[in-house]
């Protein structure tokens, strides 16, 4: 699941700025 999301925060982040942090944010919660 956070392979996913990071795959499609990275993915985004030309086209959605935002997108990149959402991914930090959950990475950061989990450790």
């Not at 699941?1 to 795959?7: I, N």
């Not at 499609?8 to 935002?18: A, E, K, M, R, S």
Request: charged share 10%; no cysteine; net charge positive.
């Amino acid at each position: 699941m956070l392979s996913e999301l990071g795959r499609l925060g990275f993915l985004n982040v030309p086209q959605h700025p935002g997108m990149t942090i959402i991914p930090m944010v959950i990475y950061r919660h989990v450790q």
